[in-house]
C-alpha cells in the first residue's frame, strides 16, 4: 500500500540540474530501504520556484526540499520517509522569523511569499500530476469539459461561453478569444484546422514550455473542445524541436488520447471527430507570427504573409483556422467547467482572468508565476519574486521581450494588464518579465533585445531586413561612445518608419525596446553621446578603471592578475591604473578584496 508519494520535478530546469539523477537515487535508496512498495516516485512538471531547483515535495505532509543534490536523497529516505523526521536544513520555508522550527514542515507552500498571491488557473495541474498518466488527469477533472460540450452544448453555445468569460489571447495581441473562434465558425468550408502555437521564441519566457511539460493533456482537450466549436477535425500543435522533454509528454499525452477514445473518431460517441498531429519548429522567431507559423507548417521556409486574407477566411493550406498559443488554449478547460461568470471574475475590467509570467532577471526568485491580470509590478517583484539581489534598487521590469518595452522604477505601481502596459508604451507580450537593477545600462539593454531581432529577421521585408540592421548599427555608435544628439533623433525616425511599414509583428514591434527606452530614459543616451560615459558602467568603450587610493592597501592583487600590465605600484602603496594600456576585462576589479577599483 502507498503511503508516500515523491513527486521529483521534471521540467526542464530541474531537469538541467540533475533531478532525473535524483530520481535515480530515490529509486535505488527505497530499494535498499525496503520502501518501494510503499513509497511512489513522480516525475512531475515545474512547481514554479525555478530559483530553488532541483525541488522535491513530500505527500501527505507537503515538505518542499529544495536545491536537492543527489548526496542529500540517502538521507531523506532514511529520515523522512523510514523514521518520519523532517530534514530540515533542505526545507523551503518561507514562513517569517516570528514562526517557531518546529512547524517547518507543516507550513502549507501556499502559504509562502512566492505562492500566496497566485492564482494558479493555467497551471493547476503543474508539479502536482504526473503529465504522462492520463489516468492522473482525468481525476483531476481532465476531460469532462470535452464530454460536457460534446453531450450538453452547441457549438454556438461553447463560442458564447469563451466570448462572455473574456479571454484575450496570451500570445502577446490580446486578441479576444471567443471572437477570433466566432469569425472561423461560421465558413463553411470542408476542412478547418485548429492550431496551437507553442513557438515560445522570447528570450527568458518558458511558460508554453512548461504547461507543455507539465499538463499537456489540457492543451489536447482545449484544442478538441476548439475543434468542435468552429467545426474543424485537425489539428496541430507547433512547437519548437529545443523543447525535448514537452516534445515528448505531448507525444506521449496525445497516444494515450487516441487509446482512450479521447482524439480520433466518434469521441463521446458524439459523432465528432478530432485528431492532432505535432508539428516540430526549427527555432526561427518569426515562426512564432501565425501567417509565419503555418507557412512552415506546411513546409515552407517560415516567411509571414500579407493580410487580408486572415487565417480564419484563408490560412493552413488554404483553409480557415483557429490559432492560439498553448496558456489561450490552458484556460479553456476551466472555463467549460466553471463558466465564463467564474472567468471574469478575476482580473480587471477588460483584462479577465490570469496571467503566467516566466519571472527572471535581477531577482530573488526566478521562476514561473500566475497571478491575477491588475497585480501590480511593485507585488511581483517584491512580493513574489522576494526583490532585487544584494540590496540593489529596482531600475525597470522588460515585458514582451524583444517586442515589448521596459517599466521604470516610477511606474513600479502600474497594474500589470493589457491597456494599462500598452498605455505606458510596453506590451504583455507572451510572458516573458525580466528585471533589470540600478547596474543595468537600458541603452545596452536596448542593443541586446535589438541584436536578437537582427538575427531572428526573415528578411522578406526591407524595412525589418535594412531597418533594423541600420537601428542597431546607431546603437552601437552609441554605446561605443560615436553617438551624437543628431544620431539619436535620426534613430527615433527609423524606429517609427520600421514600426509604420514592415510587414510582420517581429518587424512591427522590434523598435519597441528602443522607444521605450528613449521615452523612460532618454538622459541615459545623452550621457554616452555628450558626456562619453555609460552611467551604469556597461558599456566597455565608455568606461575607465580607477584605483581609490585611500582603499587601496598595497597588496599588489590586481597587478598580478592583470593581463596587460596596466597597473603599478609597490607593495604596500597605492597602486595605478594606466588607461592607455588597459583592456578593461574587470579581472582587477574582481580581484581586489577592499573595494578599491572602481569603475567611471
Not at 460540450?149 to 490580446?174: C, W, Y
Not at 522533454?245 to 482512450?260: F, T
Not at 525580466?434 to 542593443?447: F, R, S
Not at 514600426?499 to 538622459?523: E, H, I, M, Y
Amino acid at each position: 500500500m502507498i503511503r508516500s508519494h515523491v513527486l521529483i520535478c521534471g521540467g526542464t530546469g530541474c531537469t538541467s540540474s540533475g533531478s532525473l539523477k535524483i530520481q535515480e537515487e530515490f529509486t535505488r535508496a527505497l530499494e535498499a530501504n525496503g520502501l518501494s512498495e510503499e513509497v511512489k516516485l513522480v516525475q512531475t512538471g515545474c512547481f514554479g520556484l525555478c530559483a530553488l531547483g532541483p525541488v522535491v515535495i513530500i505527500h501527505p505532509e507537503g515538505t518542499f526540499y529544495s536545491r536537492v543534490e543527489p548526496k542529500d536523497v540517502e538521507e531523506i529516505v532514511t529520515e523522512h520517509l523510514l523514521k518520519g523526521r523532517v530534514v530540515e536544513r533542505l526545507v523551503y520555508a518561507d514562513i517569517g522569523e516570528e514562526e517557531v522550527a518546529e512547524s517547518i514542515a507543516n507550513v502549507s507552500l501556499n502559504d509562502t511569499a512566492f505562492y500566496k498571491t497566485q492564482k494558479r488557473v493555467v497551471l493547476r495541474n503543474c508539479g502536482v500530476i504526473d503529465p504522462e498518466d492520463i489516468n492522473e488527469y482525468i481525476a483531476m477533472d481532465g476531460y469532462q469539459a470535452l464530454g460536457k460540450v460534446l453531450t450538453e452544448m452547441t457549438p454556438d453555445e461553447v463560442i458564447q461561453v469563451v466570448l462572455d468569460s473574456g479571454l484575450r489571447g496570451r500570445g502577446g495581441g490580446g486578441f479576444p478569444t471567443g471572437r477570433k473562434w466566432a469569425l472561423t465558425a461560421p465558413n463553411k468550408a470542408p476542412q478547418k484546422y485548429v492550431v496551437c502555437n507553442a513557438d515560445e521564441g522570447d528570450p527568458g519566457a518558458f511558460m508554453d514550455r512548461s504547461v507543455l511539460e507539465g499538463d499537456p493533456h489540457c492543451i489536447i482537450e482545449a484544442m478538441a473542445i476548439a475543434g468542435y466549436a468552429i467545426g474543424a477535425t485537425k489539428g496541430y500543435v507547433y512547437v519548437r524541436a529545443e523543447y525535448p522533454i514537452a516534445v515528448k509528454r505531448l507525444q506521449i499525452a496525445i497516444d494515450q488520447a487516441k487509446e482512450m477514445g479521447l482524439l480520433g473518431k466518434n469521441i463521446f460517441d458524439s459523432g465528432f471527430d478530432f485528431d492532432l498531429e505535432i508539428r516540430l519548429g526549427a527555432g526561427a522567431f518569426v515562426c512564432g507570427e501565425e501567417t509565419a507559423l503555418m507557412t512552415s507548417i506546411e513546409g515552407n521556409r517560415g516567411e509571414p504573409r500579407p493580410r487580408p486574407p486572415y487565417p480564419a477566411v484563408r490560412g493552413l493550406y488554404d483553409s480557415p483556422i483557429v490559432e492560439n498559443n498553448v496558456e489561450t488554449f490552458a484556460n479553456i478547460p476551466q472555463i467549460i467547467l466553471n463558466g465564463a461568470e467564474w472567468f471574469a471574475s478575476m482580473g480587471t475590467e477588460k483584462s479577465k482572468g490570469t496571467k503566467v509570467f516566466a519571472l527572471g532577471g535581477k531577482i530573488e526568485h526566478t521562476g514561473l508565476v500566475e497571478i491575477p491580470m491588475g497585480t501590480t509590478v511593485r507585488d511581483i517583484v517584491y512580493e513574489i519574486g522576494g526583490g532585487i539581489p544584494g540590496g540593489k534598487a529596482f531600475k525597470a521590469a522588460q515585458t514582451g521581450g524583444p517586442s515589448g518595452g521596459c517599466i521604470p522604477a516610477r511606474l513600479i505601481d502600474t497594474p500589470v494588464d493589457y491597456d494599462n502596459l500598452t498605455a505606458i508604451g510596453c506590451m504583455m507580450g507572451s510572458g516573458g518579465l525580466i528585471v533589470m537593477d540600478e547596474d543595468t545600462c537600458m541603452v545596452d539593454m536596448a542593443k541586446f533585445f535589438l541584436e536578437f531581432t537582427v538575427d531572428e529577421s526573415c528578411g522578406k521585408c526591407t524595412p525589418c531586413r535594412i531597418g533594423t540592421k541600420r537601428l542597431l548599427e546607431m546603437l552601437e555608435q552609441i554605446t561605443s561612445g560615436n553617438g551624437t544628439l543628431e544620431l539619436i533623433d535620426e534613430m527615433e525616425k527609423l524606429c517609427y518608419y520600421i514600426k509604420d511599414n514592415a510587414l510582420c509583428g517581429l518587424g512591427q514591434t522590434a523598435p519597441n525596446p528602443v522607444l521605450s527606452t528613449l521615452n523612460f530614459f532618454r538622459d541615459e543616451y545623452i550621457a554616452h553621446v555628450v558626456d562619453k560615459k555609460c552611467p551604469a558602467g556597461v558599456c566597455q568603450a565608455l568606461t575607465n578603471y580607477k584605483v581609490v587610493a585611500d582603499k587601496c592597501k598595497g597588496c599588489t592583487a590586481c597587478a598580478r592578475v592583470c593581463p596587460v600590465g596596466a597597473i603599478s605600484g609597490k607593495v604596500k602603496e597605492a597602486h595605478v591604473i594606466d588607461t592607455s594600456k588597459c583592456i578593461k576585462c574587470g579581472a582587477c576589479m574582481e580581484k581586489c578584496k577592499f573595494g578599491a577599483i572602481i569603475k567611471e
